[in-house]
């Protein structure tokens, strides 16, 4: 059974940073697409930025230029360096997997930023 366990959430000040980290448990193979979504309360999930397995990425036009995905293939992890962080950001941060026809989820990494 696969699961994705998410770490690198937590508190931080407007203009901080922060790495969110992602990693696959059990057998996963060929990983055509990871991503990161986030979502507040009472609003629809927000895709943040998508990895593909060629290397190529996009973002949400409101974090262009301040976040950062990649991925490191052979621990099956995907990683999402995020700079000059603002009040708007906060939000629950999931990771997202495509493989093989299916798609797998973790449970959420908590993000706030304030002062």
């Known amino acids: 059974q696969v699961q994705l366990v998410e770490s690198g959430g937590g508190l931080v000040q407007p203009g901080g940073s922060l790495r969110l980290s992602c990693a696959a448990s059990g057998s996963i193979l060929s990983i055509s697409i990871m991503a990161w979504f986030r979502q507040v309360p009472g609003n629809q999930r927000e895709r943040v930025a998508r990895?593909?397995?060629?290397?190529?990425?996009n973002y949400a036009d409101s974090v262009k230029g301040r976040f950062t995905i990649s991925r490191d293939n052979a621990k099956n992890t995907v990683y999402l360096q995020m700079n000059s962080l603002k009040p708007e950001d906060t939000a629950l941060y999931y990771c997202t997997f495509v493989a093989q026809d299916r798609q797998y989820w973790g449970q959420g990494t908590q993000v706030t930023v304030s002062s």
């Open positions: 990895i593909y397995s060629t290397g190529a990425t």
